[in-house]
Structures are given as C-alpha cells and as structure tokens.
C-alpha cells in the first residue's frame, strides 16, 4: 500500500512531477550521451594506440628502453617460448634505430622500424591505414613505408627518393636510400611525422646486425586485457630482458580510461547535485501540501518510521522515472550513435595532433551506465531526507487542523 | 465500566506570550458503548479534550488512563500504535487520503494493523455496506460528495474494531440530509457494535442524539448530563 501511496502521490501534480521528471530526464540523458562519447573516444584512442602504435607487449633487450643503444639486442635463443605462451596470438621481431629522414628538400628526426612486413601486419594494424602505395608490396629493393605528415614535411610521394642516417652498431654514421612504397595515416600525426617502416634484412644490413636478432619482440594478445599478467609471467621465463605491456610503453594511454572515468564521474555527480537541488525543493513543496494529510496519517496510527519511508520512496520513485528514462532514451542513442558516429571532422586538426579520431564512435559501458542508474537512485534518497525530517516534526494536533 | 478516565487533566497553551488555560483540571470517565456529545462555545476546550483522550496532544497535568494505560506516558511512537489498536478518528475536513479509492480508505488502516489481505476486503465490503455506499468503493475521494467522504471517514475510523471513537466536529462540513443520515449510522453502528462514540460539536442535531452531553466552558465542565 505505500509503494502504491507514494507512485499515485506522484501523480496527484502532474505538470509538477513531469517538470521535474523532464529535468531528471534531460540531466541522465546527457550523462549516459556524455559518458559514452567520451568513453568511446578514450576507448578509440586506446585501441588505435594498442593496434597501430605499441602492440600488446613489446620485449627488449634489459637496459635498451633507457639507453636505446642500437648494440644492445636480442638473439633468437632469447625469446623461445614466447610464441609458446598459450595467450599470445603472433610476434614480430623489430630492429629499431633512431635517426634522420632527409628528401632533397629538408630533413627530419625520425624512429626506424626494420620488420617481417607479413609478421608486422600479424600484430599490429598499420597495414590498414595506407592510403597511398601498399604495405611493402612494391618492386624495390628498399621500400619505405612512412606517416602522411612526414611526407608533407619531407615533400615526398609515393616513389619518392628518401635517405635514412643513423649510427650503425659500430657507432659509425650510415645510411641508406629508400623509395616511398607506402604512406600510411593514423588518427595520430605526431606518430605520423616520426615513425618509418623498412625491411628488417635492409636495417639489419646497414646497422650490422644480423637479421636474426632483435631490439625488440611485439606480442599480439589473443586478449589484450590480459597484458598485465602475461608480461609478468613472460618477465619471469626470460631473463636479462624486459617485458613491457601496452600500459608502460604508452602511459598515457593507461591513463586515458580512468582519466576518462573520473571526468564522467564527477560531471555526472554535478549534474545530480543540481538536480538534487531541484528534487529536495519539490519535495519540500509536496510536505508543505500535506501537512494535513500527514497529521492524519499520524493520528490514524501510520508511524513516523512508515511517514518517513513514504516521502523517500515518493521522491525515489519521482527522481527513477526521470533518471532511468533519460537513461533509456540516452541507450538508444548510444545504440545509434555507436553505429553512425560523430563526425568531428570540423576540428580534425587538433584532434589528430593529439591523436585522437575526428569520428567518435560511442561506446557502452554496461558498468558505467549502471553506476549512474545508481547514483540517481542515491540522489533521490538523499534528495528526500531534509523534506522526509521536516514531515517527521509535525505535531498531528496542529497539522491535522493546518489549511 | 470506564475505559476512559481523566484525572485532573489541564492544558495550558502559551500564546503571544499570554497563556491560554484550554483545559482547567477536568475529570472525566467515559463507559463502554457511551454516545456522548462534548459541547460548548468557541475556545471552551472541546478540541483539546479530544486531543487528550486520542494521544494527540499532552497535558500540562493529570493523566489520561484508557483500559489501564497511562497513555499521556507513552512515548510518540508507543502513542501512534496506540491509537491504531484502540482508537478511531472523524475529522471535521474528512481528511481522507486522496490517491486512495474508499475501499482503500477503509482497507489502509486494516493494513497498518498487519491484517491479511482477504480479512481486510471483507471488513472494508461490509463497513461500507453498513454505511451504505458499498457502490462507491472503489472511487477516489474527489468524486464523492461530503456526505459521502463523511461516511467513508466512519468506515475507516470503525475497520480496527477500536475501543473508541472520537469525532471532532463531524457534521460541521455536511449539508442537513447529509448530516442526519451520518449521524443515523453512527448510531446503528454504536448500537450495533457496541463501539463508543464521543463528539466534539457545535450541533444541535448531534446533541439530540447523543445519551451524553458534556457541557465545556472556559476549560471547565459546566455541565455533564445524561438521558
């Protein structure tokens, strides 16, 4: 009988109740939209950096993430068992070295990645964002695959001369010509402009290593969120080397998601905050009404523990309605909006500086949607307390008499 | 027998500063199956004589003693528990709950009780037939007339079969056929139940009726008469 009370109370001022249902409803939309945007694009950012930038482990020789000195390798007596582990999926061994790229027209400071093209592609997805040439699909004896933004810097097309320079394993300067096989583009520039792919036997000629050995060992995940615990394994099976998840080689993109998080969270927060406001002066309205009605209540014997809880339902059930259809509705677009994207395209340029996909596709996140159902479901307890206390202290005597 | 005694009972109200004798040492009992009228001018203590009896208000001194219960030392919760166990009320505004229909009305303070859900349909069925709107049970206050609130009123205050009744200015609201018919079921139903009734009231029909008539002036009994 109180929960059928409190719902047809609701009831009893509609244009009142649905304004504040609006609101409510209007504040969750906005939430479930907000955090699902910006879940989606910290997500986004996440899987292009995991997929396109770092791989889901990387091994390296012990000491190279410090010095990054191109004598430090690995040999493959190394690494065996790795491909083993039950959790990895492919691994593409790379020789790294750092140097510079020069056109005819200028030059610029970039890092040289020597690979198996057809391992690399088994690890990460760079081969998919070639927008011009192919993935060392080419006739050359030495192809190069570089970043749109380098190729706007450098001046360069496809077939274009360019030479690399770095120190060999000797420290002694050297180099070598390549011709522009393919260009890729990623929702990054800044790894764009500073990262090249060649063959590994090519790097590994010019630095004077052998093509058997390695600055480092990429590891596909079967799933990626098991990084954390295979790296610990691997690190505990291969000694003198480092292993390396996703979230260390990259930080900040371990940082993107609860970064993420928090800034949803507390929007999330300030939007019930105001709408407790809005909750607890309509309530407080409702009590002011009733004043007689509550002394009879409390004079026909309905205790105040059973007054009380029949004001915090009221205002729960008022402020559910509200938070859990703007949740619905916010779903549905969710739903659509997951498919479609948004098209930021307009801002693009700052966007992808900062590595970040113009087109934001939204993404769910069952917990979070459920920890806002949650908290609006706290906010219209905590919401009905101070009119729920001002009920409590009426006297049935005067209250049963008041107009 | 008494179930109702009130020893020296007074109640003093401070008001802008100037207090307000509304009850002046008054002792008082009331029997079993009793009908009594409590009347007297505006001011003269009715309505807080009533709070008094129903657990409502405190006196200042004097107890109030129901079937052995010190009631005025209870505490506010004891006293609300009191009062759904033993006591039914009649108010003046009808002061029924609007969202429920008048079945529910009834049914609500059955529910307050514990009551299962079948003994709580019947008592509601056959308390709105006794006070003749069985047809309205299930329709909301707002579309009854007054009389008819007034009547759903008496059901409510009768489905805890309490010890007694108190009503404060039942007909003040109702039209004079309204008025007389109410008063009408009441009386069956004080003779039929056994169930005593006592009214605060201005009027001259309720007084008629009543086999007591207690008479307040300036917080005092005038006069206390029975038929």
Known sequence: MLIKIAWRNIWRSPVRSWIIIAALLVGMFAGVFSSTFINGWMVQRLRDGVETETGHIQIFPDGYQNSREVSLYMKPGQLTGVLEHSAASATSPRLIVRGMAASAETARGIVAYGVDPDAEKQVLNLHEKIVEGTWFDSPYSRPIIIGQKLAEQLELKLKSRVVLRFQDVEGTLTGGSFRVAGIFRTSNTAFDEGHVWVKKETLSELLGISSQNCHSLVIRLNDAEQAMNVAGELQAELPGTEVVPWKELSPELGYLTELGNTYLYIFVIIILLALGFGIINTMLMVVLERVREIGMLMSVGMTRWRIFLMIVLETVMLSSTGGLLGIFLGMIAVWRLSITGIDLSVWSTGLTEMGFNPIVYLEWDAALVLSIALLVVATGVLASLYPAWKALKLKPSEAVRAI | ?227
């Open chain 2, 1 to 227: 027998m008494a179930i109702i005694t009130l020893n020296s009972i007074s109640r003093t109200y401070n008001s802008k500063q100037v207090p307000v004798h509304a009850l002046n040492c008054i002792d008082l009992s009331f029997d079993e199956g009793e009908f009594t009228a409590i009347v007297g001018p505006s001011g003269s203590g009715k309505t807080t004589l009533l709070n008094i009896v129903g657990g409502l208000d405190d006196p200042d001194e004097g107890d109030v003693v129901i079937d052995e219960t010190k009631i005025n030392a209870l505490s506010g919760n004891e006293k609300i528990k009191f009062r759904l166990h033993h006591i039914g009320f009649i108010f003046q505004a009808y002061n029924l709950i609007p969202v429920l229909t008048a079945r529910e009305n009834v049914e609500f303070i059955l529910e307050l009780q514990g009551v299962p859900k079948s003994e709580r349909k019947k008592r509601s069925a056959e308390l709105l037939e006794a006070v003749g709107i069985p047809e309205k049970a299930d329709i909301r206050p707002r579309q009854l007339s007054g009389g008819q609130q007034q009547r759903v009123a008496v059901a409510r205050a009768l489905a805890s079969r309490p010890r007694f009744v108190l009503a404060d200015e039942p007909t003040a609201n109702l039209d004079s056929a309204s008025a007389e018919n109410l008063l009408a079921i009441m009386q069956e139903l004080n003779q039929k139940e056994n169930t005593t009734f006592i009214f605060s009231t201005h009027d001259e029909r309720v007084v008629k009726m009543a086999r007591r008539v207690v008479t307040l002036q300036d917080g005092k009994i005038k006069t206390d008469e029975t038929s």
